[in-house]
């Protein structure tokens, strides 16, 4: 396992800021070794390893034949359904859970590819996640095969136009039953494309921008899935996720493979926040790692540096900068990582110009 992370390169994970993305995500297609794959089947949460990343299966029906979501180490996924009711895969980021992260305190954004087959049965593709204070969800399709009406996205609000491309938005009550957060009221804010894509830039925090311009907190009527109207609190809430969605009703069957997939998570401020170390060189270093990523290799933990400069910058498989790591003379990078950090783990380190990947244990 270590041998295949090490082997990564994690181009899905490195933060850019949208004024330095390297591409749309059209143009590249398996440039990449995914890792190993993970295959889920029948409703499961969980982590992928080594990364802040997550992932999701959900159907209605608990667990059905022929109905799959496999992950890979390097966060690219595919999933499958067929007869299912309500299905849902879910692949991307984490955040805190019982207070989330304020929805404009970074820079989001995600570049795509992926190819699809769908066969029958209503299918919604774009990013997806759920909020805190208030509890909530949203939805920004970017892709679909379906109808849509007011019993999936409930009452438009409006259109704005980001990306260069104009989306509806809309608010729907979801107070059907429990879903699998636990929340039996909340308000889902869904954005949908004017035209359907299988590939491109979509800057998130736009989005989230225009939601709150919409929805200030004010109280409005808005239906629920079965048409009845209530007054609901309308205010887009602290994020606690922000996947890559696929969502499918219907008694669909069809397939979703995504052969690249990167979200940008960089801090909105980063002259100011304590919480991105290193910060001031992110967008910069960030930058430096996309274009290299291409040329990602693998090193040995106990490889040596014979380098006049031995401060080596850091990052962790998400791109983001951990720091400078001082290598003494003898040290091995391996054991300098882990005296700066103390955290064993996979990482990413640039030598001589280069970008290297490295797995560090105690």
Same mark, same amino acid.
């Given at each position: 396992? %270590?041998?295949?992370?090490? /082997?990564?390169?994690?181009?899905? $994970?490195?933060?850019?800021?949208?004024?330095?993305? $390297?591409?749309?995500?059209?143009?590249?297609?398996?440039?990449?070794?995914?890792?190993?794959?993970?295959?889920?089947?029948?409703?499961?949460?969980?982590?992928?390893?080594?990364?802040?990343?997550?992932?999701?299966?959900?159907?209605?029906?608990?667990?059905?034949?022929?109905?799959?979501?496999?992950?890979?180490?390097?966060?690219?996924?595919?999933?499958?359904?067929?007869?299912?009711?309500?299905?849902? $895969?879910?692949?991307?980021?984490?955040?805190?859970?019982? %207070?989330?992260?304020?929805?404009?305190?970074?820079?989001?954004?995600?570049?795509?590819?992926?190819?699809?087959?769908?066969?029958?049965?209503?299918?919604?593709?774009?990013?997806?996640?759920?909020?805190?204070?208030?509890?909530?969800?949203?939805?920004?399709?970017?892709?679909?095969?379906?109808?849509?009406?007011?019993?999936?996205?409930?009452?438009?609000?409006?259109?704005?136009?980001?990306? #260069?491309?104009?989306?509806?938005?809309?608010?729907?009550?979801?107070?059907?039953?429990?879903?699998?957060?636990?929340?039996?009221?909340?308000?889902?804010?869904?954005?949908?494309?004017?035209?359907?894509?299988?590939?491109?830039?979509?800057?998130?925090?736009?989005?989230?921008?225009?939601?709150?311009?919409?929805?200030? #907190?004010?109280?409005?009527?808005?239906?629920?899935?079965?048409?009845?109207?209530?007054?609901?609190?309308? /205010?887009?809430?602290?994020?606690?996720?922000?996947?890559?969605?696929?969502?499918?009703?219907?008694?669909?069957?069809?397939?979703?493979?995504?052969?690249?997939?990167?979200?940008?998570?960089?801090?909105?401020?980063?002259?100011?926040?304590? $919480?991105?170390?290193?910060?001031?060189?992110?967008?910069?270093?960030? +930058?430096?790692?996309?274009?290299?990523? +291409?040329?990602?290799?693998?090193?040995? =933990?106990?490889?040596?540096?014979?380098? +006049?400069?031995?401060?080596?910058? &850091?990052?962790? &498989?998400?791109?983001?900068?951990?720091?400078?790591?001082?290598?003494? =003379?003898?040290?091995?990078?391996?054991? =300098?990582?882990?005296?700066?950090?103390?955290?064993?783990?996979?990482?990413?380190?640039?030598?001589?110009?280069?970008?290297?990947?490295?797995?560090?244990?105690?």
């Amino acid at each position: 396992m %270590k041998d295949k992370m090490m /082997k990564l390169g994690l181009a899905f $994970a490195l933060g850019l800021a949208a004024s330095v993305h $390297a591409s749309d995500g059209c143009s590249i297609r398996d440039t990449l070794l995914r890792g190993e794959a993970h295959l889920v089947t029948g409703n499961q949460t969980g982590a992928i390893s080594g990364t802040s990343m997550g992932y999701q299966l959900w159907l209605a029906e608990g667990s059905v034949p022929n109905n799959s979501l496999t992950y890979y180490d390097n966060g690219f996924f595919k999933a499958e359904w067929q007869n299912t009711q309500d299905y849902w $895969a879910r692949v991307g980021l984490t955040y805190e859970a019982t %207070k989330g992260m304020p929805h404009n305190y970074k820079k989001l954004s995600l570049e795509y590819n992926y190819t699809k087959t769908v066969e029958s049965g209503s299918v919604f593709i774009g990013v997806n996640g759920w909020t805190v204070d208030p509890a909530g969800e949203f939805f920004i399709i970017d892709d679909w095969i379906a109808q849509i009406d007011e019993a999936y996205v409930g009452r438009k609000f409006g259109e704005y136009e980001v990306d #260069g491309s104009k989306y509806a938005v809309y608010a729907l009550m979801t107070d059907e039953g429990e879903s699998w957060r636990g929340y039996t009221h909340r308000v889902r804010f869904t954005s949908v494309r004017e035209t359907p894509r299988e590939c491109g830039y979509m800057d998130i925090t736009a989005h989230f921008n225009k939601f709150d311009e919409l929805f200030t #907190g004010q109280t409005d009527t808005i239906p629920n899935a079965r048409g009845i109207r209530k007054n609901s609190v309308l /205010k887009f809430g602290n994020l606690t996720d922000l996947m890559a969605t696929v969502e499918v009703f219907d008694n669909g069957k069809g397939s979703i493979d995504y052969a690249y997939m990167r979200f940008g998570d960089l801090y909105a401020d980063e002259s100011s926040s304590s $919480a991105a170390p290193e910060s001031s060189s992110v967008a910069e270093s960030s +930058s430096s790692v996309a274009e290299s990523s +291409s040329s990602t290799h693998a090193l040995p =933990a106990t490889a040596h540096i014979s380098m +006049s400069d031995r401060n080596l910058l &850091v990052f962790d &498989v998400q791109g983001r900068v951990l720091g400078k790591v001082f290598v003494p =003379a003898g040290s091995t990078i391996g054991s =300098a990582i882990l005296a700066r950090f103390g955290v064993a783990g996979v990482y990413m380190v640039k030598v001589d110009g280069k970008l290297g990947m490295l797995s560090v244990s105690k």
